[in-house]
């Protein structure tokens, strides 16, 4: 079955970077895009962009396009976002999902906390 | 970028009700609305797809519909494991962008 396994809890300093994992099982990595979603504590969801594993292609949202950076390692089937340059703003839980047009696969999510 | 307004933005219910919630895009996104579910500590769930397409699995009391601008979702007899918040996600074009939810809490 399809699984996404993001990495687990983050707590960094502000200023600080901060690299999350997603590792992909149960169907070809290549053959889906996978997206990164933020969502602050309490509050809606944002779209970050995501990543095609196959051409290693991306699309951010203008938001975060100074902020995020996807990459991936098709040889462990895993996606990463780094977060960089860290304010309180960016306290959330951060999702991996899998889809073209819709999410049906997400992963469990990773709390990054960004306290000094 | 799409703004996509939920209403209300939460709900007080009882079992059995029919829960009817919108979604309204400040321009037209066609079909290409989805609709989540989110229960309190787990990652969002997918319910509907473009706009009417219940996903593999979803029970049939939950249906969606619209299109253009204005989409609707309704549970037609609610259950206490339906008790979450819903999003509404407009995927037609980028940055995607979602609702700002719909908590459905008990009377």
């Known amino acids: 079955q399809v699984k996404l396994l993001q990495s687990g809890a983050a707590l960094v300093k502000p200023g600080d970077s901060v690299k999350m994992s997603c590792k992909a099982s149960?169907?070809?990595?290549?053959?889906?895009?996978i997206h990164w979603v933020k969502q602050s504590h309490g509050k809606s969801l944002e779209w970050i962009g995501y990543?095609?594993?196959?051409?290693?292609?991306?699309n951010y949202n203008e938001k975060f396009k100074s902020k995020a950076t996807l990459t991936v390692d098709k040889s462990s089937s895993t996606a990463y976002m780094e977060f960089s340059r860290l304010t309180s703003e960016d306290s959330a839980i951060y999702y991996c999902?899998?889809?073209?047009?819709?999410?049906?696969?997400w992963g469990q999510g990773t709390l990054v906390t960004v306290s000094s | 970028d799409i703004v996509m307004t939920q209403s209300p933005t939460s709900m007080s219910i009882s079992v059995g009700d029919r829960v009817t919630m919108n979604c309204k895009a400040s321009?037209?996104?066609?079909?290409?609305v989805d609709w989540y579910q989110q229960k309190t500590g787990q990652s969002p769930k997918l319910l509907i797809y473009?706009?009417?397409n219940r996903y593999t699995g979803v029970p049939d009391r939950f249906t969606g519909s619209g299109s253009g601008t204005d989409f609707t979702f309704t549970i037609s007899n609610m259950q206490a494991e339906d008790l979450a918040v819903y999003y509404c996600?407009?995927?037609?074009?980028?940055?995607?962008?979602f609702g700002g939810g719909t908590k459905l809490e008990l009377k």
């Open positions: 321009q037209n996104v066609g079909s290409n």
């Open positions: 990543i095609n594993p196959y051409s290693g292609g991306t």
């Open positions: 473009k706009a009417s």
């Open positions: 149960g169907y070809t990595f290549t053959d889906y895009i």
């Open positions: 999902a899998r889809g073209y047009g819709w999410f049906a696969y």
């Open positions: 996600m407009q995927s037609n074009s980028y940055p995607w962008t």
